[in-house]
């Protein structure tokens, strides 16, 4: 016999959401993608804020974990473009000034100091500043947001839109020194501060250790991708040699080898050790860089640099064949080859750089990595009034990643100052309101859109290479916005069963479009997995089980995976058993500790 | 009434039948029956039967009258044939559909009012002439269309909805389909699919008139305390009397079943096979006087007998076998064959002079 599920807990109807569930920072998607479908930009932007701070950025250059998650890539092969749309409400919210975080009427006497002014140290600022605590943000530059800002090419993410998104925080009275790199732990320690976060990332690219690397004119030509990044930003680099090689194949690889095109490189090439699948490039980036004309080389492993006369003329490889068992590749080398070219951009990944922290003042070192020992939930090292997030904690991720960090460090930190236990995790709740307004009208549209996914306008080739600085993404137009707006299946609009109500007429059953629902005799999950009218066989999707139904003691057992949301069990149900439900996952954060509303 | 159209969507581990075809592709229209209505789970299982049986919808055609029940007919396979008959005239109707085209799978939809009160004389002749069909009779007991007055199978003592009983007696559409010797009659109930569907298929292969009567409760009119042909008191009172699988042809018949003793097999026209799982002590299916008193027994316990409750496996009184009609359907002769001429018609003519 199987338990029947137990709906009050948030996470079963949060799982529902994939989106939601699916984000670092559980954004509310379903929510801001009805806002922006009603015209309400402002507040769109709003609900993102909440999550993730940054709906602007994010909007132009979020991993989106959401969308290969999204239900709608299940059903039709093509998720929402939820990231997009994101960026929309950003663009389009007006003057939100007085809805933005004010500095608060109260200090709390309680100093904390940030280093680095990247994604994660600013969302602690952002948590933190409304409780009124005095925060200072170390920054090695002259300039805020860290990689999201020297990184990120220009004609990804305009500098406009950093400059606001950033100053909505520093403008509620959050210090900023700049050009204070801080150089040792124990000297900063020695200031005093309750609390200090490492927010630093891992600012260190790898190097590439073959024959040549530092040979001729190796200094001029052979550069490593984030620097080169960061060389371009701040306009030490304005140009590039004509053939191009970008070593790796991640995501910073296909910035540098975009940002190459329009330094002047009229042949790029960004080679692969593997094949496509193995790629941590977005598939996304992956084809913006391919529409640029960018050559992509699988299966080629570097072996040497080649000069001619202490000039760089070209990199030999190996090219491998891979046999994949048992989830390991072995390869074998069919060839060896040189590829011409003049110039060299390694982007083969990231360390962290901790040799500023002393290593006898209490925070922990693990041996194997050199990383401070660094608490998964609490982001607590073993100093306990330093805090870790972002890249600098466990390596490189992303910036939703770093967002979500900075609020749980955030938390930490609050609880450490109030001489609370860190580990005290404050719960996330839930709201659970029908969204019945009317015999058979709900509160969302539940009606199914066959839209398919609309593609973004692209500025024209012969433009975006003129300068890095204009904007490759033009935005939706308000014509796909409102068509792929409905493509959201309102995955938050839950289907609530209350077992009691129930008289087992089957109209659920003989309605459901994608035969979620099946009343049948009790059994342990995996049978009953079985037994349904469509077998549920998606085992990362969860299956609910009522209670023994009233009249014949079967139950009704419904399988999440394929649900629409459209809520035609409940306009088919005679007593309401089925009901559609609003779901609002309640987020605690360091400014506003949730409280679990009861069902 | 639901405010959109079923989702086009389909779960992608649904089944195909032997026509490549899924359960999804054998739907009508959306019905515009109460929610929760019985009718609309008889249209479910109706689309499971004609699914798992390979029909092809063009080739089938559904029949009906007036009434909640006879719109039913709209609900599922859209493409296929259909009539929607003056009420209760659907079984002749049907008749000489099936005259002329005998190559289609009939289908009759019908209520306790299109059949037992204005259409009761058509019910019984198509009976008598054993016309290749199923006729479903969706039995609820009342006459929903207008509001919940009782029908000719509302029970003695069974209250309408404002608690008003019933004095008239019920017309059984089982026993009469016994005593009108019909050769194929059941009784099952629109909550229970899983007796319900190979009922409806076995019906389906029936080769002659094969009636059932489902009981199919009215959510708006009679599924209140003291309707005995509610959800609640037919799940109370049900007694499956012969519990029946329908094997067809094409598969092979597995013995796990026979040891557990009073397993009764019946081998039909077309050498499917209808294997009885349980039956009642004593209980034969083939007998048409043991069926009467068995059902009239539980009538008169105040119990609904549900199951296959009579076939005759090999009946040879199909109305195209009795009047030696062609093998070929009328509308597939060519016309010199259907219309002979002028000089066979006056030879004709001349044997009456």
Known sequence: MSTPTNVSDPRHYHKVVDCQWGCPAHTNVPEYLRLIANGKYAESYLLNRESNVFPGILGRTCDRPCEPACRRGRVDGKPVAICRLKRVAADLKGDITEFLPKPPSLENGKRVALIGCGPSSLTVANDLRPLGYSVTILEKRDQSGGLMRWNIPAFRL???????????????GVELKYNSAVTSMKALLAEGYDAVFVGSGAPKGKELDVPGRHEGNSNDVIHIGIEWLGGVHFGHIEKIEEKVLIIGVGNTAMDCCRTAKRLGAKDVKVIARRGRKHFKASPWELEDAEEELIDIVENHAPKRFVYEKGKLVGMEFERLEWTEKDGKGTSKVLETLTIPCDSVILAIGQDNA???????????????WDMPVVDKATHQSSLKNVFFGGDAAWGPANIIWAVEHGHQAAISIHQYCEKLPVTDRPAYGMNLVSAKVGMHAWSYSNDYNTSPRQKMTHEALVERFKSVHTEVELGFTPEQTAREVERCLNCDIETHFTDTLCIECDACVDICPTNCLTITTDGAEDDLRTRLIAPALNMTQDIYVSAALPQTKRVMVKDEDMCLHCGLCAER?????WDMRKFELVVPYAFAKSEAVAV | MTSIAKPPVKHPSLRKNGLGLTTRDYEGAMSTLCAGCGHDSVTAALITAFWELDVPPHKAAKMSGIGCSSKTTAYFMKQSHGFNSVHGRMPSVTSGANAANRSLTYIGISGDGDSLSIGLGQLCHAIRRNVQMLYVIENNGVYGLTKGQFSASADVGSTAKRGEANQMQPIDPVLLALTLGATFV?????GDKAQLVPILKAGLRHNGFALIDVISPCVSFNDHEGSTKSYKYTREHEVEIAAAD?????????????????????????????????????????????AYTHVKHCIDKGEVATGLLFMEGGSQTEMHTLNKTVKTPLVDLAHKDLCPGNAQLQELMGEYR
Request: hydrophobic share 35%; proline share 6%.
């Open chain 2, 186 to 190: 059941a009784r099952s109930f629109s």
């Open chain 1, 354 to 368: 901790f040799e500023w922290v002393e290593r006898d003042i209490g925070i922990e070192f693990d041996t194997k």
């Open chain 2, 246 to 290: 329908f094997v067809p042809l094409r598969k092979e018949i597995s013995q796990e079943q026979g040891a557990a003793g009073g397993l009764t097999s019946v081998t039909m026209h077309d050498g499917s096979i209808v294997r009885f799982r349980k039956t009642a002590a004593d209980y034969n299916p083939t007998d048409r006087g043991a």
């Open chain 1, 158 to 172: 305009p500098p406009q839109v950093l400059d606001e998104e950033i100053n909505a925080i520093l403008d509620t």
């Open chain 1, 573 to 577: 149900c005679p007593t309401a058993a």
